[in-house]
């Protein structure tokens, strides 16, 4: 228990130091505007891939429609914000939670017959379902249809997105380390052997895909919101190939390496901005080696812990030699 409490005071400490350290920098302009869009793109894209990370990297089914899930959120949400009048902290909890429940139950509706299926056959059927929501939103009028939804309230800030991504990661991972979670990666591991148990692997499977698709609908409605605009264009298949690289680089079953894949990969194209010609190619090839050197990710499945850090440092300075050339 004291070895969990330390644990957890640690991450609190670092998560407060972390969050007034970017708050100083923007305060006093070291973080432009700019800069703040980058670091707010990381935050949605920690959420995307951290849910994604949970039905593909936790329970181990290759979904590759999370973009149509994180549309049904942007669109609910936004939508739900033109009809209320209320102020702005609780209008945009709201909105997004109304997006994410939505999100949550598209989810359910697709999980129920899809999540029969393994493999490829998921994988189709996930992005037909991606498909088919980008092209419901291109006709329908209440959606903007292909001009996209414009006049949204500019209601999402650095602080709302970086403490739902850490409410959010927290959830996850409070989960993963609980009795359900283990009943998830049990799935995982071995679907047959799990269901043998007594574990209902079709419970678990449905409860972690719609959850996972709830936590991509927040992240659809914070991003509505700071952009203002939204086009279907953006939502397509592409999109979701991007979350699951992420997925993929920081290692499926590693919730701390999608945050770190997460960071990377979205400043990545922005330091290679001034080769606007051959962006996409050097970002490429750098996936490419990644993958070839590191086939399972940068973490794998396992966790980066700062108190592991620490422990090894403290371990370290401990066997150091001293001055007559013995360890201490």
């Not at 609910?76 to 999100?103: E, F, K, R, W, Y």
């Amino acid at each position: 228990m004291n070895k969990r409490l330390k644990s957890y005071s640690i991450n609190i400490g670092a998560i407060i130091v972390i969050y007034a350290l970017l708050t100083l920098l923007m305060k006093t302009g070291i973080i432009n505007s700019y800069y703040e869009v980058i670091v707010i793109s990381i935050g949605i894209n920690i959420i995307l891939a951290a849910s994604l990370n949970l039905a593909t990297g936790y329970l181990g089914q290759l979904a590759l429609g999370h973009a149509g899930f994180m549309a049904v959120g942007a669109y609910v949400s936004a939508i739900c914000t033109s009809h209320m009048n209320l102020p702005d902290t609780l209008q945009l909890i709201v909105s997004i939670l109304v997006g994410g429940i939505v999100a949550g139950i598209f989810g359910i509706l697709v999980g129920v017959p899809a999540l029969r299926l393994k493999g490829d056959y998921l994988a189709i059927i996930t992005l037909a379902f991606g498909e088919i929501i980008r092209v419901i939103i291109l006709n329908l009028k209440i959606t903007g249809g292909a001009r996209g939804l414009k006049g949204i309230p500019p209601l999402t800030g650095f602080n709302s997105v970086f403490w739902i991504t850490i409410i959010i990661v927290a959830i996850i991972y409070t989960l993963i380390n609980s009795r359900h979670g283990r009943a998830i990666i049990s799935i995982r591991e071995d679907e047959i052997a799990a269901e043998s148990v007594g574990i209902p692997t079709t419970y678990y499977k449905n409860f972690a895909f719609s959850l996972a698709a709830v936590f991509a609908g927040i992240g659809g409605g914070l991003y509505a919101h700071y952009y203002t605009v939204l086009d279907p264009g953006y939502f397509d298949f592409m999109r979701s190939i991007e979350i699951l690289i992420i997925v993929v680089l920081g290692g499926m079953g590693s919730l701390t390496g999608s945050i770190v894949a997460a960071i990377v990969l979205t400043i990545i194209p922005q330091l290679l901005i001034d080769f606007a010609d051959w962006r996409m190619l050097i970002y490429s090839i750098i996936l490419i080696i990644m993958m070839l050197f590191r086939p399972e990710g940068l973490f794998g499945k396992k966790e980066f812990s700062l108190i592991t850090l620490l422990k090894g440092k403290q371990q370290a300075l401990n066997t150091a030699p001293n001055s007559n050339g013995r360890s201490e």
